[in-house]
């Protein structure tokens, strides 16, 4: 069960990973060096407020990139 405060950011990950065909752990690990984060997230563990910005800053460069 996820966390009501990070439902939000599961489902963009959600999107990402649709949009992209990204796995989960592949994305974790080059956002944030860590393969299990979007599972244990997923699995309603919190995260830092830093791997937060970094999981958002990964999906919003990539989406830049993509756009350009």
Do not use: W
């Not at 990973?17 to 060096?33: C, E, I, N, P, R």
Request: hydrophobic letters at 35%; charged letters at 30%.
């Amino acid at each position: 069960m996820t966390l009501d405060i990070h439902q939000s950011l599961v489902e963009e990950i959600d999107d990402f990973l649709s949009d992209t065909g990204m796995s989960d752990s592949y994305f974790g690990k080059v956002a944030t060096g860590n393969s299990e984060v979007v599972s244990r997230l997923k699995a309603g563990r919190t995260i830092t407020g830093r791997t937060e910005k970094n999981l958002r800053d990964f999906m919003a460069a990539r989406r830049a990139k993509g756009a350009a």
